[in-house]
């Protein structure tokens, strides 16, 4: 028994590991290091909690501690980008709008396909709008997407993985993960009216509520603009 929790730690410390493959895309006519002229929106955040009976329920408390957090790590991190402008909305009726646009981004990053070099799907309008009227050519949008088991989901869910590897000798095993952060950058070009890069970081077993997670993450978002 020991030996099968220990084997599914290790699986999923790889599989942790290496969830940072490449995942970015330049689109066709752009150098990293020309895109410098950026304004940076707030990031969006949706953290689940997923309880007894696998119940999901965003948890409003983590969304916005992870928002803080992602907030406080752009704060000091040197991401390589020339930053020049943080948009801050005017009212809570524009705070909304631009996370509806975030988070209608993210949903159309999920089901978008790539033609000719270019991502094809369209840009938030009202971003763009802001872009235009600040004179920034660039808007960088962040996006995390993050769960987190409590414990006694997780003890279930290692209980039926462990049984599942005891029941087939190891050959079928299932690896739960206690936390999950995915992390999406967007970089948004309002002169051409298109995505001009985007990276996602998706790193099981990675709290997106620990400062060293994120950092992590970020390392590997923002690692074509600091070389």
Do not use: W
């Not at 803080?68 to 948009?87: F, P």
């Not at 999920?110 to 808007?139: C, F, M, Q, V």
Request: proline share 4%; charged share 25%; hydrophobic share 35%.
């Amino acid at each position: 028994m020991k030996r099968l929790i220990y084997l599914a730690l290790m699986i999923a410390t790889g599989a942790c590991m290496s969830s940072c493959g490449p995942a970015g895309h330049l689109s066709n006519g752009y150098q990293t290091d020309e895109i410098r002229d950026v304004m940076s929106f707030d990031p969006v955040s949706k953290i689940e909690i997923i309880g007894k009976g696998g119940i999901t329920v965003t948890d409003t408390t983590a969304c916005i501690a992870s928002q803080e957090l992602l907030l406080e790590t752009l704060k000091t991190y040197d991401s390589g980008l020339n930053i020049k402008a943080v948009h801050r909305p005017e009212s809570n009726r524009e705070t909304e709008k631009i996370r509806k646009e975030i988070e209608n981004l993210y949903a159309r990053h999920l089901n978008a396909s790539e033609e000719d070099g270019a991502i094809t799907y369209p840009i938030p309008e009202n971003i763009d709008r802001i872009l235009e009227k600040s004179g920034h050519r660039y808007g960088m949008v962040l996006y995390c997407y993050g769960f987190s088991r409590t414990g006694g989901n997780y003890a279930t869910q290692v209980a039926k993985s462990v049984g599942i590897a005891l029941l087939t000798l190891g050959s079928v095993y299932t690896v739960p993960y206690k936390d999950k952060s995915n992390l999406h950058l967007f970089l948004i070009d309002s002169e051409k009216d298109q995505i001009a890069y985007q990276i996602h970081s998706i790193a099981p077993d990675y709290n997106p509520l620990k400062p060293k997670h994120v950092e992590k993450q970020f390392k590997y978002l923002f690692k074509e603009f600091r070389k």
